[in-house]
């Protein structure tokens, strides 16, 4: 008689966890204010990343303003080019003078097909402002428990998290954006409180 009340017990605690989770993320934004999830914690983010031409970069070098980052690999047909589009959307709104403050860095989880030919193609020939990142296995592991990020080499959306990351100029990690549909007029609302703050 125990073993059925326990499981019970069980599948009663999966099922809040799962229904108050998504509550607390709701109210953290509905009294912050903002369209994604703040971190509180000001994370740094700081990691060593190689450019389509080989070239070598400190991604704390970059100092002009925030920073959108987002994980992912080229072959993958789902998250990972609605994401592309949501950043490109988010700077046609936004000025000439304004663009040039903000960069996107797209960090390939699969560098061995994640060519720099094909980076170039699909990521850096979109705009002056998007970059294409390889690291090394140890980096990247460490980027993605730094943010929690679970993914994997497979165009299966429910192994690839698909976060995109707001961080600050500073090289804090402010926002967390997780749905898949993302209103741009939301993002550049949490995009100018940033920039108005600094």
């Not at 709701?26 to 983010?45: C, R």
């Not at 991604?59 to 920073?67: H, L």
């Not at 663009?99 to 560098?111: E, G, M, Y």
């Not at 804090?172 to 600094?198: A, F, G, H, P």
Request: glycine share 4%.
């Amino acid at each position: 008689m125990e073993k059925p009340s326990t499981f019970i017990s069980t599948v009663l605690i999966v099922a809040m966890t799962l229904l108050i989770l998504p509550a607390i993320a709701y109210l953290n934004q509905a009294i912050s204010g903002s369209y994604g999830i703040e971190t509180h914690q000001d994370t740094d983010i700081d990691f060593t990343w190689q450019d389509i031409h080989g070239k070598t970069h400190q991604f704390s070098d970059w100092t002009k303003g925030p920073n959108y980052l987002f994980l992912g690999f080229l072959s993958c047909s789902q998250i990972c080019p609605i994401r592309v589009h949501q950043v490109r959307s988010l700077m046609e709104q936004l000025t000439e003078n304004e663009r040039t403050n903000i960069r996107f860095l797209f960090v390939s989880i699969d560098p061995q097909n994640d060519l720099p030919a094909l980076r170039a193609q699909m990521i850096d020939n979109q705009s002056a402002q998007f970059f294409s990142a390889e690291l090394t296995p140890e980096r990247l592991e460490t980027l993605q428990r730094q943010l929690s990020e679970i993914s994997s080499q497979t165009s299966d959306i429910n192994l690839h998290t698909g976060n995109l990351y707001l961080i600050s100029p500073t090289g804090k990690l402010k926002q967390t954006y997780t749905q898949q549909q993302l209103i741009t007029e939301r993002l550049l609302s949490d995009l100018n409180t940033m920039m108005s703050s600094n």
